[in-house]
């Protein structure tokens, strides 16, 4: 059983930065491919950033405009979201998701960090 919880999340001024963390619990954390999505209120979930299991590649969703930084630390099983210079229109529920080596979607979700920017 796998289980990802984020943390971190909060209301915060734009402009401001915060980072997010998702622990993995469970399994070997080094095996899995990890991601962060977001879903906006009323709006699909749409994908932010990945990072493959090693930590060597990062990819980004293609909206994201360089500022945002996925990171992970596989000795303390953790992935992490740097999110900088907020703005309102980034208020949303971010999930961490994890994907096997051998999975084509992602397998396991935490339970989300609700992250709201005021103007």
């Known amino acids: 059983q796998v289980q990802l919880v984020e943390s971190g999340g909060g209301l915060v001024q734009a402009g401001g930065s915060l980072r997010l963390s998702c622990i993995v619990l469970?399994?070997?954390?080094?095996?899995?491919?990890m991601a962060w999505f977001r879903q906006p209120p009323g709006e699909e979930r749409e994908f932010v950033a990945g990072i493959n299991r090693s930590g060597g590649s990062t990819t980004y969703g293609g909206l994201m405009g360089g500022r945002f930084t996925i990171s992970r630390n596989n000795a303390n099983n953790t992935v992490y979201l740097q999110i900088n210079s907020l703005k309102p229109e980034d208020t949303a529920v971010y999930y961490c998701?994890?994907?096997?080596?051998?999975?084509?979607?992602?397998?396991?979700w935490g339970q989300g960090t609700q992250v709201t920017v005021s103007s």
């Open positions: 998701a994890a994907k096997g080596s051998e999975s084509v979607q992602y397998d396991y």
């Open positions: 469970g399994q070997s954390f080094s095996r899995y491919r």
